[in-house]
């Protein structure tokens, strides 16, 4: 049975006499008329292209340190960053330190993004008992605040990248399962799943082709508005040493290693954080550009 | 009104649950023997395996749960393997002194969340409006564990007003109502309080805004009633929302002041935590992590109560 | 290739005689949950025990209050919503090993109320047409779709790729029969199909329906609260009240005759077109018992005017009417054993 590409157009007879406009070209329109959210994307995307080419970039080694530069002022020559408390270019870490903070940071969410929407449209959708021990599972996360929760899964399996990227989906796969949950019940109940059901297809065909189109917006938004929270919880969980382990650059790493020097150069030590702020800010702004542009509401 | 609360207290109990069996597969998702932390080196086998029946770990997991949690119901959480003090005893100490720097966040963070959300709410689309939202973003968005680090470059380092570390003179264990324990607090209790006001002053906002558009609100501007008494009017009817968000503040607030311990030394229930992490001592992390837990747990009961006994629209059977 | 050629039903395999849909002692009850732990405190009695036949190419229209069931058993009919209990046979076919859900549904299709919830909004008018087709693996179902759209009296060019939400309610609700039809069925449940549309819209679609039903040789059942529409398109009637059948009959029989009590005030709260024609009935007053409660006896004997003891004690059975077995009615006031005072006088004036 030919299943695939339901949602694909035939080849058009004659010219649509009025254009029509899908959804995704509607909310494309409206991002870009949006200078905030552009601006965001655009900090972000710099961030990421730098982070993946750091390597290409020219800068100086992130790891090479020097006893004799240790803790430079911005400024100096050929360190226009300065230098950490161990003498290693600052710029180069703080460029280098976004590919392990922005993946650490990212990845979770998307990662619990795929596992709790499968989760929550399943719940939502079949129902009955289903429902009950996948909501009622997560209902017992919830007991945990996401910072607790992150940190006492970290805790327990240790520091190292891999840890630190399994807490921290743990910590998000609940929230999006009980948004994805609530939407797909609301979608549920419309009467075009019941005619789709009436076709004789099957859960699963009903699902991918009427339930996951109308309930993935809504469930994207809100994984978008997590991604903040998760760059500053995993950038915490390795200031807290329980995340990257040195000598690797990371931001929340850095600025844990840069605390011994606040009396030296308090302003140097602040400047990993500055990183972790920025990018958590432009995350927020650009979740709730997309949240209007879709018009998802709260 | 007594059914709900009942039914609600028995809604509790299977989440209470799932949170023990999450705190005790902590320790067992813990990599390496929980033994090698307790025994010495070069401990022989028989050694070990008479310590690994002492310990009850020579049993199968759920029999080890039942034995834990019969335990953890008279009040013995087991014993620090770092200290050999009660976990229970460690915890509470620790715990005291996070729920003061909750408490004083939130004394901090409600009013003035609170007001601003109104203030932008009230003023909707003007430039008050959209300072106190562009404020708010920034709040939910700054990692206040950084703000701290800064808080102290400028307060401590810098102008040397305010101490950076402890919370107390020459690294005092014990509260006091004084003024030298409480400049330790000033620091710690803002940066903590940063967050909590960003969220309050979003939804004080979205609530504010939203009634005040509403049908009943413009009867009343209708009837002749004055500004301020339909200002009440929504006051009382934004209070149960803000209420329960301002709850599980306090909830987050104590759950999530590890980062803000770590970076003032503030000897609460985080430092505890990232101690018991460090020198591995899990009996302890499983005792500090349950005890916060079940205090969100019951946080959450609270506001629902609450809300339901002030929002007579929520079904109280 | 036209629609018709395009319309490939299954097989009639029970001849004319057999009736297409032969419904018996359908039952479904809600659960509602509530109380302490949960458990289930009370159940709506949603459809109860209801049977009744339609022949082939035959319309049967199904009237009744809002709440008195006619939609949950629409969604009985075709497995929307899981029955209780009770016997669905068609074309002579139980329901059940021999005639699986997803077989039932080939030959049974469902039209929705018009509402923004009806058509997926994501999915253009041709791939939601198509859906069914697809599913059910038929050839082309693109091209299928397109001549469908065309029969409806949508065309397929300037219709194919558009939206949900750029089309008026009529043109929808084209798209909704047309969507049924491509999946060939020989049954088709109507529910409230036209009760959202403007008046004028709603006569051109009745139209529609009328010719389909004789190009394709379709049978239909008309839920509707609107009389005048069910007199329109029915051949025969069958009134409900709180999930229960109160009268079954021709559309002339129950013009001439409301012979239930119910059915009476029903007709009689109908606005009519002819002033010498005005009833002096008087209108139903309250509303409708509680169906999870339902009351004992006869269902209607709480608003009824001429309820006796037997009423609230025994509840009556459908039956025949004497001199005409075909218009059947639930009422002891028709049965002259039933111990009812006026028992057999028919209904009081």
Redesign the interface.
Known sequence: ???TD?????P???A???K????WAGVGARLVRDPITMLCAAVLLMLILAAIFAPFLGLADPYKGSMIARLKPLGTEGHILGTDEQGRDMLARLVHGGRLTLFIGLMPVVLAFFIGSALGIVAGYVGGLTNTIIM??V???F??????LA???S????AGIVNSLVSLTIVFIPPITRVAEAVTSGVRA???I????????SAW?VIR??VI??VLSPIFVYATSLT?VCM?LA??LS????GVRPPEPEWGLM?NTL?SA??VD??L??L???M??VT??C???LS?GLRSAMNVR? | MLTYLVRRLILVLPVAFGVSVICFLLVQIAPGDPLTAIMPVDATAEEQAVMRAAYGLDKPLPVQYAIWIGNLLQGDMGKSIATGRPVASEVFGAVQNSLLLAVSAAIIAFPIGTALGFLAGYFRDTWADRAVTALSITGVSVPNYWLGIVLVIIFSVNLGWLPSMGAGPGGSQSWAWDWAHMRHLILPAVTLAVVPIGIVAHTVRALAGDILTMDFVQALYAKGMSRFDVLRHVARNAAATALSVMGLQLGYLLGGSILIEAVFNWPGSGFLLSNAIFQRDLPLLQGTILVLALFFVTMNLIVDVAQAAIDPRIQRT | MSATDAYIPQPDTGGPAQPLLIVRALQKHFPVRGGLLGRTQARVQAVDGVSFEVRKGETLGIVGESGCGKSTTAKLLIGLTPKDRGEIIFDGVPLGPDLPLKDLRKGVQMVFQDSYATLNPRLTILASVAFGARVQGLPDPDGLARKMMDRVGLDPDRFAHRYPHELSGGQRQRVNIARALAMSPRLVVLDEAVSALDKSVEAQVLNLLSDLRAEFGLTYIFISHDLNVVRYISDRILVMYLGEVVEVAPVDSIWAEQAHPYTRSLFSAMPSMDPDNRTSEPPLSGDPPNPINPPPGCRFHTRCRFAAEICKAKAPTLAGLPGNAAHMVACHLHDPASGHPKAGQGVPE
């Open positions: 049975m030919a299943q339901f949602a694909a157009d035939a058009a007879g004659r649509p006499v009025a029509p406009q899908g959804y009622r599972t209902d017992v996360f007991a945990f605040p996401s910072v607790l940190i006492a899964i805790g327990a399996l240790g419309l009467d075009y019941d005619a789709a059901r009436a076709t004789g297809a065909t082709v009427h189109g109308n903040s500053i950038a915490g200031f807290l040493g329980i600025l605390r606040i009396y308090p302003w030590s602040a990993p954080g500055v972790i702020f958590s800010l995350l927020n702004l709730d709260d």
